[in-house]
């Protein structure tokens, strides 16, 4: 009796002991090996979503790999869903998830995606960015330095043109306001962590954040609403023509000396406009989808397009298969891309509209501007209100632009 006793114990003992000794796997389980195999793959090669799942393969690769707990709690072949194949569909979106949180993003637990946009966000956006703009600033400086302030040639006459009338200059500040503001705010949302947080400490970063954050989300409406009404208020004289090719061919006059004939806006300002017009709607849009989290995707149908367009082919296709969050971080790198070209643009329009030309500023600030430089810089446009103010027929009538008023 004793003797089986102890052949009982030795057997309960003894197998589970061979097993832990010998170099026993059982099959299909993972080894240091593989694991370590899999990440130097990772580490030597393309680390996109899409590259690294094909590597790893998605939920169907995971029902073969069969890899997970087996029914009598073992690690081995299940032929089910493994641990592995679970977050892998978690991870890719792949598996049918339910959640109670409604919302489109809400059974997406993991998304790659995520670090690349972030680090696409705090590298090359901020790099290219911060480096457009400064050496926008550069370029316009060194411009300056050479060229100095545009003047008047010919000499005053003492009388001015009425350029732009109240409405006019209402819909431009409104948007000249707007837009410095969310740009100021955008960059701070941008650098603030980095450029404020070190000098400032958390406790100045926190208030500073949440005033910020809520003035770029709510200015952006007067920006709309300024920009519609800039584009009604202006579309007509900015469609190009003839006079626009001439002003381009000699630069504006600008190097050659000399003044070229132009009409309301010559084909820089067109220029502007429409770079003010199509950069601000895009701007708005990506806006407007950033504002409203996930109602507003934008990329899976335009990649659509441009696919379909040929364009896509050029980056070797865009995808059209993006998770909500996807959407997003899209949105956001596109709308800083946007604001970072845009903001440039406006740096060299500030410039020529203020310190850079002699008698410019005067067209926004007062809505009249002096005859001579009216000549020299729009003259067929000039030539056009000077005849209507002399018109007998129009003094007889008593409109606003017939009584010339003297330049202060
Ligand atoms: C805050 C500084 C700004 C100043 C001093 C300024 C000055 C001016 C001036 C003087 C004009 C009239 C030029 C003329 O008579 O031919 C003008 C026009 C215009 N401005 Fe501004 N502006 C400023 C900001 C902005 C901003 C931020 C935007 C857009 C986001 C903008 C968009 C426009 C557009 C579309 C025009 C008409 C086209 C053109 O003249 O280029 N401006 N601005």
Redesign the pocket.
């Known amino acids: 009796m004793i003797r089986a006793l102890l052949l009982l114990f030795t057997l309960a003992f003894a197998v589970p002991a061979a097993a832990q000794d010998s170099d026993f796997v059982p099959a299909g389980t993972q080894t240091v090996e593989d694991i370590m195999a899999r990440q130097r793959a990772l580490a030597d090669g393309d680390e996109s979503v899409r590259a690294v799942r094909d590597r790893q393969g998605g939920p169907d690769e995971a029902v073969a790999d069969g890899i997970g707990l087996t029914a009598d709690g073992t690690m081995g072949q299940t032929n089910d869903w493994s641990d592995p194949g679970i977050w892998r569909g978690v991870r890719y979106d792949d598996l049918d998830m339910r959640s109670q949180i409604r919302g489109p993003a809400a059974t997406t637990l993991i998304q790659t995606g995520g670090m690349e946009w972030l680090e696409r966000r705090a590298g090359p956006l901020r790099v290219w960015g911060g480096g457009l703009l400064f050496f926008t600033l550069v370029a316009l400086g060194i411009f300056f330095l050479l060229r100095g302030r545009i003047r008047i040639d010919g000499p005053r006459t003492g009388r001015t043109l009425v ?2 009338r109240v409405y006019e200059r209402f819909a ?1 500040w409104l ?3 707007s ?2 503001a969310l ?1 100021v705010t955008g960059l701070l949302v941008l650098f603030g962590r980095i450029a404020i947080i070190p000098i400032f400490g958390h406790e100045v970063w926190g208030p500073v954040a949440i005033v910020t954050k809520w003035v770029h989300n709510n200015i952006s409406w007067a ?1 709309m609403l300024a920009l519609v009404m ?1 584009f009604v208020l ?1 579309v007509l004289q ?1 469609i190009p023509d003839r006079s626009d090719w001439q002003w381009l061919k000699r630069a504006g006059g600008i190097f050659g000396g000399g003044h070229v004939p132009a009409k ?3 084909a ?3 220029a ?2 429409w770079a ?2 199509i950069l ?1 709607a895009s701007l708005s849009v990506s806006g407007l989808s950033l504002l409203f989290p996930f109602e507003m995707p934008l990329f899976a149908s335009t990649f659509t397009h441009l696919n379909d367009w040929g364009i896509g082919g050029l980056f070797g296709g865009l995808p059209t298969d993006l998770a909500p969050q996807e959407e997003m971080q899209l949105s956001q790198l596109w709308h800083g891309i946007v604001a970072f070209v ?1 903001i440039a643009i ?1 740096f060299a ?2 410039y020529l ?2 310190i850079g030309m002699e008698g ?6 007062k809505g009249r ?1 002096e005859e001579q430089w009216a000549r020299e ?2 003259s067929i446009w000039a030539d056009k209100v000077m005849a209507e103010r002399d018109d007998p027929r129009r003094k007889q009538t008593g409109s606003p632009d017939a009584n010339p008023t003297p330049a202060e």
């Open positions: 350029r732009f431009h948007l000249a306001g837009f410095l740009a920006f800039v202006w900015n309301k806006f010559n820089g300002q067109k502007i406009f003010v017009i601000g845009m406006i329009h500030i509209g203020s410019a500023y005067d067209a926004m600030g501007v810089h729009h």
